[in-house]
């Protein structure tokens, strides 16, 4: 239970400089913090203690559950599911025994797509997830991952949602929602309902305190290259990647994260106008500020110091660091009034967080009283989180290409598998070859940011379409020669799985922050630390798809594993269907499965524009010219649109929209009839504008309303759509036209016009 706000200022009034600064430190390393003995129960270690001894109590409390080849930590080492709870009473016992005023510490923990923890949940990357274009349905999946943290003893969950897909070089595209913001801000708003409830009426009941990263601008970093600098002017800051943070600050977000990157120079976790001006004076943020992992030290060489780093960020608005030494000089500025006056507002934030959940002493009391996480709260979590995991890895599958004009459909490949469904012995058919790379990979499914998942969980879309086919009706060719030249001949489908993978082993080096440093030539293609000049399919991979169409004359239906928008224009021209996962998560390929063998629909529309060419990038839907006709060797260099998707909604049919400006209400409001055909359909409604007459160049189209749409066989809908005007045009704007259609090109357009003043 939270505490009275007279609890809190006699804490800060009891406290040393040192103390306070301790409470927003946030240093340690939290799988070092607990070891075995001999006997092999969990033990605090002196890392812990010394650190709780130095600052007389322990702020916050990194990653004690974390568990990949960065911390080294996994099945054979790491806390398992059933130590959770053990794990966590151990830290706050020593951290209430060892420290000065009873207060116990805040758990934070990694939660990009699901808990980065033994057992933990996985769900699809953020891209992934962005495919589903459902905020409903991730919204339903984060609660369910803020179910397992909290049960866990877990408070604060650290989780990617600010950053946009603006160019694919860059490592990290896979923790964005993609490259729209509307998008991006609405999925935001999901995690932190999901996670904090309405009003953060989850927190500390059920739920946790959400951090949300990255702030700001970091998908704009020249070049793609993480962490560099971010060059843009204020109206497209606003406009592309300040939009999910003012979502975020409106659902209550509790948290943000300061990121790497500057913009304009000024880095952002120095940057007094979007830390205090904009973030807490516009927006009205009340929450706390954490750095990036040390973040705050790269500032050394701006401040000239690393105290001076420390202070910088702290009178800049960070409340919390993450790994860093900059803030852990702050108490020698004892004699700097304004770097005391800011410690305590930050260690009132810190706090009025911890109060929340139930880490301060009750009045009259010496400690707090801690509950121990229960082993069947627990239990029941995870259940539901993995039922989670499955639901939107069917919902992320994306048929972004059907070889219905070429003779052999998606319609026509479930044919050919349900006839060798039939034909067990091989008598009439022969086999179903699943090639290339990532054909019996699990890894690649996942994501940066996973633990490691037990083996009898792992899976592959070869296993998946062996369990669904029998061993003998389903070969394994991860290259072409794997295979005899009979095998490819008396093929009757071959399903090549290509992509791109953000796996790492557990002998990769890696930079301090964990980010990957050194890559094997079949390691890590994507993930924090690689960011790539080319963007082409890894290894070859088009080649190989060439040397498997030179050996048979079978259909090919391809399944890209992508965490960016990798060039898939070859991939495209030699196969008969083409399937996009943007790393969907544990489930991933038993969704895959799903959609070839079972024929469940593929909903998902591509949340990135997929470029034709290399050299042709950034390149986005939403750029105010087009590059088409622009590159002489590179006529038209999109590919596949945002939003592309053809078994979205698949069989509806969309009627004339109509559109009208409502100046009561202050939207233009578009209602669209549709039909279901003969099978009932489910997807995403998308509707994008084109506006003119404004005082700024026009973007090609904007993605300004979606909604979910799920019909029964031959339903007719009429489905309204209401836009804010404000979503439009800017402040001071007069008669503007806007033109509305159902996709990013504009097809089939519909005008209306906002008067002046509305």
Same mark, same amino acid.
């Not at 505490?3 to 009891?14: Q, W, Y």
């Not at 999901?194 to 059920?206: F, I, L, P, W």
């Not at 504008?689 to 090609?700: D, T, W």
């Given at each position: 239970?939270?505490?009275?706000?007279?609890?809190?200022?006699?804490?800060?009034?009891?406290?040393?400089?040192?103390?306070?600064?301790?409470?927003?430190?946030?240093?340690?390393?939290?799988?070092?913090?607990?070891?075995?003995?001999?006997?092999?129960?969990?033990?605090?270690?002196?890392?812990?203690?010394?650190?709780?001894?130095?600052?007389?109590?322990?702020?916050?409390?990194?990653?004690?559950?974390?568990?990949?080849?960065?911390?080294?930590?996994?099945?054979?080492?790491?806390?398992?599911?059933?130590?959770?709870? +053990?794990?966590?009473?151990?830290?706050?016992?020593? @951290? #209430?025994?060892?420290?000065?005023?009873?207060?116990?510490?805040?758990?934070?923990?990694?939660?990009?797509?699901?808990?980065?923890?033994?057992?933990?949940?996985?769900?699809?990357?953020?891209?992934?997830?962005?495919?589903?274009?459902?905020?409903?349905?991730?919204?339903?999946?984060?609660?369910?991952?803020?179910?397992?943290?909290?049960?866990?003893?877990?408070?604060?969950?650290?989780?990617?949602?600010?950053?946009?897909?603006?160019?694919?070089?860059?490592?990290?595209?896979?923790?964005?929602?993609?490259?729209?913001? &509307?998008? =991006?801000?609405?999925?935001? +708003?999901?995690?932190? &309902?999901?996670?904090?409830?309405?009003?953060?009426?989850?927190? *500390?009941?059920?739920?946790?305190?959400?951090?949300?990263?990255?702030?700001?601008?970091?998908?704009?970093?020249?070049?793609?290259?993480?962490?560099?600098?971010?060059?843009?002017?204020?109206?497209?800051?606003? %406009?592309?990647?300040?939009?999910?943070?003012?979502?975020?600050?409106?659902?209550?977000?509790?948290?943000?994260?300061?990121?790497?990157?500057?913009?304009?120079?000024?880095?952002?976790?120095?940057?007094?106008?979007?830390?205090?001006?904009?973030?807490?004076?516009?927006?009205?943020?009340?929450?706390?500020?954490?750095?990036? *992992?040390?973040?705050?030290?790269?500032?050394?060489?701006?401040? *000239?110091?690393?105290?001076?780093?420390?202070?910088?960020?702290?009178?800049?608005?960070?409340?919390?660091?993450?790994?860093?030494?900059?803030?852990?000089?702050?108490?020698?500025?004892?004699?700097?009034?304004?770097?005391?006056?800011?410690?305590?507002?930050?260690?009132?934030?810190?706090?009025?967080?911890?109060?929340?959940?139930? #880490?301060?002493? /009750? %009045?009259?009391?010496?400690?707090? @009283?801690?509950?121990?996480?229960?082993?069947?709260?627990?239990?029941?979590?995870?259940?539901?989180?993995?039922?989670?995991?499955?639901?939107?890895?069917? +919902?992320?599958?994306?048929?972004?290409?059907?070889?219905?004009?070429?003779?052999?459909? #998606?319609?026509?490949?479930?044919?050919?598998?349900?006839?060798?469904?039939?034909?067990? /012995?091989?008598?009439?058919?022969?086999?179903?070859?699943?090639?290339?790379?990532?054909? %019996? %990979?699990?890894?690649?499914?996942? $994501?940066?940011?996973?633990?490691?998942?037990?083996?009898?969980?792992?899976?592959?879309?070869?296993?998946?379409?062996?369990?669904?086919?029998? /061993?003998?009706?389903?070969?394994?060719?991860?290259?072409?020669?794997?295979?005899?030249?009979?095998?490819?001949?008396?093929?009757?489908?071959?399903?090549?799985?290509? $992509?791109?993978?953000?796996?790492?082993?557990?002998?990769? +080096?890696?930079?301090?922050?964990?980010?990957?440093?050194?890559?094997?030539?079949?390691?890590?293609?994507?993930?924090?630390?690689?960011?790539?000049?080319?963007?082409?399919?890894?290894?070859?991979?088009?080649?190989?798809?060439?040397?498997?169409?030179?050996?048979?004359?079978?259909?090919?239906?391809?399944?890209?594993?992508?965490?960016?928008?990798?060039?898939?224009?070859?991939?495209?021209?030699?196969?008969?269907?083409?399937?996009?996962?943007?790393?969907?998560?544990?489930?991933?390929?038993?969704?895959?499965?799903?959609?070839?063998?079972?024929?469940?629909?593929?909903?998902?529309?591509?949340?990135?524009?997929?470029?034709?060419?290399?050299?042709? @990038?950034?390149?986005?839907?939403?750029?105010?010219?087009?590059?088409?006709?622009?590159?002489?060797?590179?006529?038209?260099?999109?590919?596949?649109?945002?939003?592309?998707? &053809?078994?979205?909604?698949?069989?509806?049919?969309?009627?004339?929209?109509?559109?009208?400006?409502?100046?009561?209400?202050?939207?233009?409001?578009?209602?669209?009839?549709?039909?279901?055909?003969?099978?009932?359909?489910?997807?995403?409604?998308?509707?994008?504008?084109?506006?003119?007459?404004?005082?700024?160049?026009?973007?090609?189209?904007?993605?300004?309303?979606?909604?979910?749409?799920?019909?029964?066989? $031959?339903?007719?809908?009429?489905?309204? &759509?209401?836009?804010?005007?404000?979503?439009?045009?800017?402040?001071?704007?007069?008669?503007?036209?806007?033109?509305?259609?159902?996709? =990013?090109?504009?097809?089939?357009?519909?005008?209306?016009?906002?008067?002046? $003043?509305?």
């Amino acid at each position: 239970m939270a505490v009275e706000g007279n609890t809190i200022e006699r804490l800060i009034a009891s406290m040393s400089l040192t103390e306070k600064v301790g409470q927003l430190n946030q240093r340690l390393l939290g799988w070092k913090c607990v070891t075995r003995d001999d006997a092999g129960r969990l033990v605090a270690t002196d890392y812990l203690k010394r650190e709780i001894d130095r600052w007389g109590g322990l702020g916050t409390l990194y990653g004690l559950m974390r568990a990949d080849p960065w911390s080294g930590q996994h099945w054979g080492n790491g806390i398992r599911p059933e130590e959770r709870g +053990e794990a966590v009473a151990l830290v706050q016992q020593t @951290v #209430l025994e060892r420290g000065d005023h009873g207060v116990g510490v805040l758990l934070s923990e990694e939660a990009p797509h699901g808990h980065q923890a033994l057992g933990g949940t996985v769900l699809p990357t953020n891209l992934g997830l962005g495919a589903t274009f459902d905020p409903d349905g991730v919204r339903e999946a984060e609660s369910a991952v803020a179910a397992e943290l909290a049960a866990s003893g877990i408070h604060i969950a650290l989780v990617s949602g600010l950053d946009i897909a603006r160019d694919p070089r860059w490592g990290r595209c896979e923790e964005c929602f993609g490259e729209d913001p &509307l998008m =991006a801000a609405r999925m935001c +708003e999901a995690i932190v &309902l999901g996670m904090q409830g309405e009003h953060r009426s989850k927190v *500390g009941d059920g739920g946790v305190a959400v951090v949300l990263k990255h702030l700001a601008a970091q998908g704009e970093a020249v070049g793609g290259r993480n962490g560099q600098s971010a060059v843009l002017g204020p109206h497209d800051l606003h %406009d592309i990647h300040l939009a999910p943070v003012a979502a975020g600050v409106h659902a209550g977000a509790w948290g943000f994260m300061a990121a790497y990157n500057d913009i304009d120079s000024v880095p952002c976790c120095a940057n007094p106008w979007l830390l205090k001006d904009y973030l807490r004076g516009e927006l009205g943020f009340d929450g706390i500020i954490m750095a990036d *992992g040390l973040a705050v030290d790269r500032l050394e060489d701006m401040a *000239g110091s690393i105290p001076a780093a420390g202070r910088a960020a702290l009178l800049a608005g960070v409340d919390m660091s993450l790994w860093d030494e900059g803030f852990t000089h702050l108490a020698e500025y004892a004699d700097d009034e304004t770097v005391v006056a800011a410690v305590d507002r930050s260690l009132r934030r810190v706090l009025e967080l911890k109060s929340r959940f139930g #880490l301060l002493p /009750a %009045d009259g009391e010496d400690a707090a @009283v801690i509950a121990v996480p229960d082993a069947d709260a627990i239990d029941a979590a995870l259940k539901q989180g993995r039922e989670q995991a499955r639901i939107m890895a069917r +919902e992320a599958i994306t048929l972004i290409d059907d070889g219905a004009d070429a003779g052999t459909s #998606l319609a026509d490949v479930r044919a050919i598998i349900g006839r060798v469904r039939r034909d067990p /012995a091989g008598a009439q058919l022969g086999p179903v070859i699943v090639a290339g790379p990532f054909a %019996d %990979d699990f890894g690649c499914f996942l $994501g940066d940011y996973t633990a490691p998942l037990p083996a009898d969980e792992q899976s592959s879309v070869y296993r998946e379409l062996v369990s669904r086919l029998g /061993a003998g009706r389903v070969l394994l060719a991860a290259k072409p020669d794997d295979l005899p030249a009979g095998d490819w001949t008396r093929a009757s489908l071959v399903v090549f799985v290509c $992509g791109g993978t953000s796996e790492r082993s557990y002998d990769s +080096e890696f930079d301090d922050n964990g980010a990957a440093k050194a890559v094997a030539e079949y390691g890590a293609t994507c993930g924090e630390g690689v960011d790539l000049a080319d963007i082409r399919l890894p290894w070859g991979q088009d080649t190989q798809l060439d040397a498997i169409a030179e050996r048979t004359s079978a259909p090919i239906v391809s399944v890209a594993v992508c965490g960016r928008a990798h060039v898939l224009t070859h991939v495209i021209e030699r196969s008969c269907a083409v399937i996009w996962s943007g790393y969907a998560g544990q489930f991933g390929p038993q969704a895959v499965a799903d959609a070839l063998v079972d024929g469940s629909t593929m909903p998902g529309r591509l949340p990135v524009t997929l470029p034709a060419f290399p050299g042709a @990038v950034p390149v986005r839907y939403n750029d105010r010219q087009s590059a088409a006709g622009v590159y002489k060797d590179a006529v038209q260099p999109v590919l596949r649109p945002f939003g592309h998707g &053809l078994g979205s909604l698949n069989g509806v049919t969309a009627g004339t929209p109509l559109a009208s400006a409502d100046g009561e209400i202050r939207s233009l409001v578009v209602t669209v009839p549709v039909t279901a055909g003969e099978k009932p359909a489910s997807g995403s409604l998308n509707l994008f504008a084109h506006v003119s007459g404004g005082r700024r160049i026009p973007r090609l189209a904007m993605l300004v309303g979606s909604t979910t749409v799920t019909l029964a066989a $031959g339903e007719r809908h009429d489905v309204t &759509l209401r836009v804010p005007f404000d979503r439009l045009r800017d402040a001071g704007d007069g008669e503007v036209r806007v033109t509305c259609s159902l996709d =990013a090109r504009m097809t089939d357009p519909v005008t209306a016009t906002l008067p002046r $003043g509305c």
